[in-house]
């Protein structure tokens, strides 16, 4: 099993920043993939950026040159930087693992909301 603990969501106004983190805990040889979902009211999970254990990322059209996702492998931990934030970033974002055997994991979400 893997524990995800997500934190750093907030209320920010529009142009500012945030920064995420999620800290993986559990029983893992590795992980080969973390990163960031979102799901805002109304509207499907998507990706917004992974980051495999290689360095490779990967970022939804919306947040490219805004967000940036990076890792800390040593510490199971991958942080999300957001910047140029805008009202339509709100939503709950949702970090995601993936073990080395493929088992996916979630963490519980942290709020997200950008007032214009």
């Known amino acids: 099993q893997v524990q995800l603990v997500e934190s750093g969501g907030g209320l920010v106004q529009a142009g500012g920043s945030l920064r995420l983190s999620c800290a993986a805990s559990g029983s893992f040889f590795s992980i080969y993939v973390m990163g960031w979902y979102r799901q805002a009211p109304g509207k499907e999970r998507g990706l917004v950026a992974s980051i495999t254990s290689g360095g490779r990322t990967n970022y939804g059209d919306s947040v490219k040159g805004r967000f940036t996702v990076s890792r800390d492998s040593a510490k199971n931990t991958v942080y999300l930087q957001m910047n140029s934030l805008k009202p339509e970033d709100t939503a709950v974002y949702y970090c995601?693992?993936?073990?080395?055997?493929?088992?996916?994991?979630w963490g519980q979400g942290t709020q997200v909301t950008v007032s214009s």
């Open positions: 995601n693992a993936v073990r080395d055997d493929y088992t996916a994991y």
